[in-house]
């Protein structure tokens, strides 16, 4: 009753959900189709995962508005899966993905996605933006005769390239006049009547493949249960989880910033984890968040649950009741659609920031964008700007090892260190010692350092042995207490002797 209430009292946006959600169904068609064939199975196994994908994460994910289904990504790591081992095999690679998935968001490993640096996320949606501008041109091409594909000329590519650009004009202009309904449906919509009403000769999406079918049917993967199976399917369904948990949480991260909320990054990982488990019992590919259709969605007045389920239902109604209408809507409009979403995916922000940020970031971006558009493989995308950050952060921390020294009134040397001490700085941190010049008692303060890890401990180890060696005492102070835990936890590889801590208090604990 609540819920009903809140729909009552909120007309209008129920409208934009609806509606919304129906426009989001008409773009997922051609998306789905062509991803079975990247993958090489059936078109309707497509279709049927992103009804299943997107209706389970739309229902229980942890972004509404997102959307989900068959996606690229994905694609691209089974070909050579269902090449080899069949259709089978693919099924039950799908359901050990969800299993991985399941596992990662009940360990709650999704807030890690945290740790992705910005620059990695401009490079990985601009990355996104351009692969899905230039899969569109496969919609410029035609096929000749004798089977081979050649790119569209003369009268074809006119009507073909004229009324993409309407459907760019709708989509761009209509919001300034009217935003009662979504610009995307309506420019859809205009093109369809004005072609389909003139009979004009272009592509349609039945020629792409014909969507007509009945509804999924339960089906449990025909594969060997055994050690052999699980050897063939795990690494593939590893990367596939991974790979669906990447955009997916990247995506959510992008819907966010659009929303201006946040979305629940363990909640989606259940979610996804749950769709692609049922996926593989009735027959699915396998997928994900889609960047370019959640945008569609949002953009659109999609913002809750609703929209994501009326797109997931509304593409299995056009399947099983409406494929003879859909299979008349022309790819020139679709076209036309997913380069204006490309165009708004793409952070044209990120190219302002050149010259303000770090080279190091835009390399970032740039190596991140590049692995994306070329490889078509988010997770090694994303995994080698994570890296490249993270090697660049120590660079720069490692160059921040500093020393003070003076001689106090009774002959003992002291080594006040300030800046991290870690695996990138213990070179520069052992060069700070005169071992043979320094007087029989040195005392290294840590007041403004940290031990942060075993690389530090070993540092420390052979400072305090080769001072033994020539018969000095050396004091490590001001450590603070995770760093004396450290010590004490090492001193069974590791002999640090003679350290020792004044009673004192840190900042935050007086502040606390």
């Known amino acids: 009753m609540i819920f009903l209430k809140r729909l009552k009292n909120n007309e209008y946006n129920l409208k934009n959900e609806i509606l919304s959600g129906l426009t989001v169904a008409l773009a997922l068609v051609p998306e ?45 790591v089974v070909v050579a899966l269902v090449a080899r081992h069949g259709v089978e095999y693919l099924f039950a690679a799908v359901v050990l993905m969800g299993l991985i998935q399941l596992a990662v968001g009940a360990l709650k490993l999704g807030k890690f996605i945290r740790l992705v640096p910005h620059a990695v996320m401009f490079g990985f949606v601009n ?18 005769p004798d089977g081979a594909e050649t790119w569209m000329t003369g009268q074809n590519l006119f009507i073909m390239l004229g009324f993409v650009l309407l459907t760019m004009a709708i989509i761009f202009l209509l919001p300034k006049l009217t935003r009662a309904v979504p610009s995307s449906l309506v420019a859809i919509l205009t093109v369809s009547i004005i072609i389909i009403g003139f009979g004009i000769d272009t592509r349609t999406v039945g020629d792409i493949a014909s969507i007509g079918g009945g509804l999924p049917q339960f089906h449990i993967p025909l594969v060997p249960l055994n050690f052999e199976t699980l050897a063939i399917i795990f690494p593939y369904s590893l990367i596939m989880a991974l790979v669906g948990l990447i955009e997916s949480l990247l995506t959510l991260s992008v ?23 049922v996926c593989g019992f009735f027959g699915g590919m396998g997928g ?5 259709q959640s945008v569609i969605n949002v953009s659109s007045g999609g913002r809750n649950r609703i929209s ?17 209408l859909i299979e008349q809507v022309p790819m020139a409009a679709l076209v036309g659609l997913m380069f204006m979403v490309a165009i708004g995916t793409f952070e044209w922000a990120s190219l302002k920031i050149f010259r303000k940020v770090p080279a190091t970031d835009v390399l970032v971006m740039i190596i991140v964008a590049g692995i994306t558009v070329v490889f078509h493989n988010l997770a090694v995308a994303v995994i080698a700007g994570v890296i490249i950050s993270a090697l660049a952060y120590a660079w720069e921390n490692a160059k921040r090892i500093r020393a003070r020294k003076r001689i106090d009134e009774n002959g003992v040397k002291h080594y006040e260190i300030y800046g991290p ?10 060069e700070k010692f ?35 060696k020539v018969g000095k005492v050396v004091h490590l102070r001001h450590l603070s207490p995770d760093c004396r835990a450290l010590l004490d936890n090492a001193s069974a590889i590791i002999d640090v002797n003679h350290w020792e801590d004044p009673s004192y208090k840190l900042v935050s604990d007086t502040l606390g």
């Not at 079975?36 to 279709?47: C, E, K, N, Q, Y």
């Not at 320094?438 to 290294?444: A, F, H, K, L, N």
């Open 32 to 76: 789905a189709v062509a991803f079975s064939i990247i993958a090489g199975v059936s078109p309707l196994i497509g279709l049927y995962t992103a009804f299943i994908i997107g209706l389970i994460a739309a229902a229980f994910g942890g972004r509404p508005g997102m959307i989900s289904g068959a996606t690229g990504a994905i694609a691209v």
């Open 421 to 430: 001490l870690f695996f990138g700085s213990v070179a520069g941190f052992e």
């Open 434 to 468: 005169d071992i043979a010049g320094d007087p029989m008692e040195i005392v290294i303060d840590f007041e403004e350092s940290r031990v942060a890890d075993h690389s530090a401990i070993e540092a420390l180890h052979k400072i305090t042995e080769r001072y033994a």
């Open 288 to 292: 994900c968040a889609m960047i370019g």
């Open 127 to 144: 990355g996104l933006a351009i692969v899905i501008f230039m899969s569109q041109f496969a919609q410029f091409k035609t096929k000749t």
């Open 308 to 324: 994501g389920i009326v797109a997931a239902v509304g593409l299995l109604t056009f399947v099983v009741f409406g494929s003879s």
């Open 255 to 277: 819907i966010d910033e659009m929303t201006e909320t946040r979305g629940k990054g363990n909640k989606e990982s259940l979610a996804q984890g749950a769709a692609n488990l």
